[in-house]
């Protein structure tokens, strides 16, 4: 066995290349990563499941307030912990190659706190929280975002955002864009359906 052998069969890398966004070579770069996270684990079975705690401890997640979120979400267990499979899933879906439409969904999922399909208005309390961080906007200056939010965005007036209005936001093409904003300071003064578009791109961030 030479030092630095694979972990995996050239069939297991051709599967999971089928079924994510990566070249093997990507794959094994995750799993770089990720046995990074737990050398001694991994390194004896390679599709370890990771407790959440070390697998908040990525650094592009543990800078994220969604982190846990996101953990959650591609927790095949879904409570947080992973396998390399999740975590590969996860990795694949946040990179450049995959399309907005699959980063919507899973956008969407994410945001879904109460996981009723639909982000209301506890929803988007929660997700501004997130992003401002808590005792930044008193209760009425938050009840009038979110009133905004709906009203430009609740293209049927049910008082929630289904997966179609929301995709419809972030599909539309906007100046914010190109404005590359990546600061709340910006949001200030951006229109109710960029705070949404912002929300899209503060998980996938535009490079
Ligand atoms: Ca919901
Ligand atoms: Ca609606």
Known sequence: MGQGKSQFSEDELQDYQDL???TK???LYAHQKFKSLAPEKVGHNKNAKLPMSKILQYPELSVNPFGQRICKIF???QDGDCTFEDFLDMMSVFSQTAPKSVKAEHAFRIFD???DDMLGVSDL???ILKLTGENKLNESEMSWLIQNILEEADLDDDGALSFAEFEHVIDR???FLRAKAKSLKLVAKASFDQILFFMFHFLYPLS
């Open 20 to 22: 994510t966004y990566f």
């Open 75 to 77: 927790s095949s267990s």
């Open 113 to 115: 706190f109460d996981g």
């Open 25 to 27: 070579k990507e794959v």
């Open 125 to 127: 309390k929660q997700v």
């Open 173 to 175: 093409s906007s100046d």
